[in-house]
């Protein structure tokens, strides 16, 4: 089993920066890649972005050159930066930790982008 925990979640204007953190515990050994996800009200979950453990990332496009996402092993511990924020941003925002043979998710925290 893994245990994610995020935390940065909040209330943003609209070109502000939030920073996400996921910290994983438990069986980390079993990630191969962890990621961000988001889900607006009334639409699908849908990626953000992954990191693999040998440090490759992907973006989805409505992110890219806006949003990082990063690792630190040390502490077993992903980051999401965020910056020039829209309101379309606005979502609940979850880690997950792709794993052999499961995925696993935390229970997500809620990001406003609002004037």
């Known amino acids: 089993q893994v245990q994610l925990v995020e935390s940065g979640g909040g209330l943003v204007q609209p070109g502000g920066s939030l920073r996400l953190s996921c910290a994983a515990s438990?069986?980390?050994?079993?990630?191969?890649?962890m990621g961000w996800y988001r889900q607006a009200p009334g639409k699908q979950r849908e990626l953000v972005a992954t990191?693999?453990?040998?440090?490759?990332?992907n973006y989805a496009d409505s992110v890219k050159g806006r949003f990082t996402i990063s690792r630190d092993n040390a502490i077993n511990t992903v980051y999401l930066q965020m910056s020039g924020l829209k309101p379309e941003d606005t979502a609940v925002y979850y880690c997950?930790?792709?794993?052999?043979?499961?995925?696993?998710w935390g229970k997500g925290t809620l990001v406003t982008v609002s004037s």
């Open positions: 990191i693999t453990n040998d440090g490759r990332r």
């Open positions: 438990g069986s980390i050994w079993l990630i191969y890649a």
């Open positions: 997950a930790a792709h794993g052999t043979p499961f995925d696993y």
